[in-house]
């Protein structure tokens, strides 16, 4: 049996990640900004699972997450960072107010929970699952901070495997193309700012005609 810490467990692949692991009978430390939306999940679980709230931008929220996570479950195996959401938009519509809430969500929130479950994962020899994206692995027209944002996440994810080897925590790096989550739906933001300049490479379509049908399935992929 191990013993999961999850973020980002409202929807998507944080919950269908934190069900399957408790419906096999692990335990589960689920997470989430908002605290009511992922309670009664974890209700069924007699105590196998735990809700915590969690916003990942707040270092101190991370250290007490952690710590009630040891104080019941007395630590964790895996941490799976996967809270985070989109930002679509060209370069130039972009704005300070809209992408760097979303570098600190997806970059520094993913840093600073790791930050906190270290000490604990060097003690256990665990692993970290980081939640990249297809977009971490080659930029495109249209998400330009998004794919900065990714391309973050692989470069620390690269580096924490050789900071972490010898205590034997290993990481991962998921890197999902496009699944039929709530990515395109309320886990995306699109620039307020939309050039006609731009149009070629605007998401807009993308996302008004792929949210729901994408081809991934994400229950499979969990």
Request: with cysteine; aromatic share 8%; proline share 5%.
């Amino acid at each position: 049996m191990k013993t999961w810490f999850i973020t980002g467990c409202s929807s998507g692949f944080g919950q269908r990640l934190a069900l399957a692991a408790a419906q096999r009978g692990d335990q589960v430390v689920a997470t989430a900004r908002n605290l009511n939306l992922i309670k009664e999940m974890a209700r069924p679980f007699d105590g196998r699972m735990i809700a915590l709230p969690l916003d990942v931008t707040d270092a101190a929220a991370a250290n007490t997450a952690v710590a009630k996570a040891v104080e019941t479950f007395g630590g964790f195996d895996v941490l799976v960072n996967n809270a985070g959401y989109g930002l679509f938009g060209a370069l130039e519509e972009g704005t300070p107010e809209e992408y760097r809430p979303m570098f600190e969500v997806n970059v520094f929130g993913l840093i600073e929970t790791t930050r906190a479950a270290l000490p604990t994962l060097r003690r256990s020899g665990g692993m970290i699952v980081n939640m990249s994206s297809g977009a971490g692995i080659a930029g495109s027209g249209g998400a330009a901070y998004y794919n900065a944002a990714k391309f973050a996440v692989e470069g620390v994810s690269e580096a924490l495997t050789g900071e972490l080897k010898p205590f034997g925590v290993r990481v991962l790096i998921v890197e999902p193309g496009p699944f039929r989550t709530d990515f395109l739906g309320r886990s995306i933001t699109m620039a307020a700012k939309e050039m006609p300049e731009y149009a070629a490479s605007s998401r807009r379509h993308y996302r008004e005609t792929n949210n729901g049908n994408q081809a991934g399935d994400p229950d499979k992929a969990v």
